[in-house]
């Protein structure tokens, strides 16, 4: 069996089983999950336009990484999707644990406390109403 013909196979593959809805994700982001999780509460099942809305005037860190990732699924849906804007709206978010980060804090008498520097994968995923 050749080569090509094999790589033509796993695209044809890849292309029968890939999203249809648009989507994006950040990937080892330096926001603990429960934190995510309250910003991203706020904007699903919103249109994209308020939820953007609701990402600027937030006033938690985690919305400004957030925001960065709808902008990111907007440009998805319109560029690779051929999708109307205007009628996008927030259909799933995802926040999943990420490796943590181990440090060790010194204490009186020799102690160490460890810190724990949780991390998450955030992903959008839009549709159109």
């Known amino acids: 069996m050749a080569k090509g013909h ?5 695209k044809e593959r890849n292309i029968a089983t890939q999203e249809k809805r648009p ?18 509460d706020q904007i699903k099942g ?4 308020t939820a953007a ?10 919305s ?11 440009a998805n849906a319109e560029n690779n999707l051929g ?8 259909e799933d978010v995802v926040a999943g644990q990420a490796p ?11 102690r160490a406390y460890r810190i724990l520097k949780r991390s998450s994968h955030i992903s959008i995923i839009l549709n159109e109403r």
């Open 46 to 49: 919103k249109d994209v336009a």
């Open 6 to 10: 094999r790589s033509q196979i796993k």
């Open 23 to 40: 989507h994006a994700s950040v990937k080892y982001t330096g926001i603990p999950v429960s934190k995510a999780q309250i910003v991203l």
């Open 53 to 62: 809305a609701l990402l600027e005037y937030s006033p938690r860190y985690a």
């Open 83 to 90: 999708m109307d804007v205007s009628k996008l709206y927030v």
């Open 100 to 110: 943590t980060l181990k440090r060790i804090r010194p204490r009186a008498q020799g």
């Open 64 to 74: 400004a990484v957030i925001a960065k990732v709808l902008k990111s699924a907007v």
